[in-house]
């Protein structure tokens, strides 16, 4: 970079110094993997991206997808060659306009070989010409590719975007996205953000998505299929677009009646965390059999049967809290998840208390009570659950007793200043459990390591339940 204000003799000079030592030590291979102690091949080391553009075609029937992923992204170490996460069949790539070679390592790693080593620094457009078929790739005998009758949809935590594009898939790599998909005619593709336009011709229907935040590769989602979508607008003005797949059968219903008060949570969660991170809310039920839901950025995925037992807003709260407390600010390693999973758990409670439906302490009170001292429930660590444990109920509902404990050793004031600040100042970034501590410390102005420890870290049941000193 600071070559550019060298005299030209000095510059050509540097250039011939730089250009002999290029194939040596100095270069050097980015690694597979982003250093993520709980999967290590997640993301990968020696560049960042800062945005991802996908032009994509998707064929129902036979579960082809096919297209070109350019990255824009910066090499962050003088590299030799580095690896993209894709599970898909690559039939060419390019750095800077060149052919690069490339091979596959393993089920996930894409490994790319420029023409010429790439210095730090470097400003590097990726292009990857890709195709398959998502419901056959499998990485670690999984797949994050569903497929439905009328289409197909990724979604999935934490590694969903090997299944349909190519990234540096850990979330701290965050860039911002164009997701094009053209479909069969009758078919619609959802993406992330907002929808910049659709336009048919020859039979497919072309859909351009944006979603103009950073946002970490596995909240990126791209549902295809037959869909009813409704728009709104917040009273901030933000876009609401909710899709219905057109086959939800019985629940339907509830999955409406659900989804459309997105607007509705969304303007209160904004009271709670502040103002809404990102350029547009909604959310999305396709015809799949799970039975999850996720906080794809800004337009959660929810599983038909989250509707199941009539109307749940109580997970539409938790899956919009993750906007603020997941997706804008998102974990650092994965073994942070309490501050995405404790968060939107806790939020659920807010919303029961504002609904009249049981205060969080009630809430918290019932947990404390139902799970005993025996129950293995006490024995995951919110705070560090393990990659095995990382969707644990405890990881949820003790982690939401963690917050209970907060809010009743700090007070009222405090903690609801805590729920707002944070989101404020790690916004579009990564933190770890460690640096919510010192925040929440820092804005309470006293120590909180032990309560901390005590919720997040003990292997067993706390001896008092959360409230316990705020009731005496
Ligand atoms: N973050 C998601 C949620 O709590 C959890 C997704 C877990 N994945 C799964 N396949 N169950 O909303
Ligand atoms: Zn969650």
Known sequence: MHRRHLVPGVLAAATVLLAIPASAASFSPGAPGIGDPYYPASGNGGYDVSHYDLRLKYQPKTDLLEGTATLNATAKQDLSRFNLDLGLAVSEVRVNGRLAKFAREGEQELVITPATPLQKGKSLSIVVRYAGKPSEVRIGGYTAWARTPDGGVAAQEPESAAWWFPSNDHPLDKATYDVSVSVPDGHQAISNGVLQS???????????????????????????????????????????LNAYSKDLGDNDGAARASIERSTEVTEWLEGVFGPYPFNAVGGYVPNVTSGFALETQTRPFYSPRQFANGANVSVVVHELAHQWYGDSVSVHHWKDIWVNEGFARYSQWLWSEKEGEGTAQELADYVYATRPAEDPFWQVKPGDPGPDKQFDIAVYDRGALAVQALRNEVGDDAFFEILKGWPKKYAYGNAKVSDFVKYAEKVAGKPLAELFDTWLYEPSKPAAPAAAESRI
């Open 198 to 240: 659709q336009s048919s011709k020859l039979g497919w229907t072309r859909f351009n998505w944006r979603s103009n935040k950073p946002q970490a590769p596995y909240l990126a989602t791209l549902a295809v299929g037959k869909f009813d979508i409704t728009t709104d607008k917040t009273a901030s003005g933000l876009p609401v």
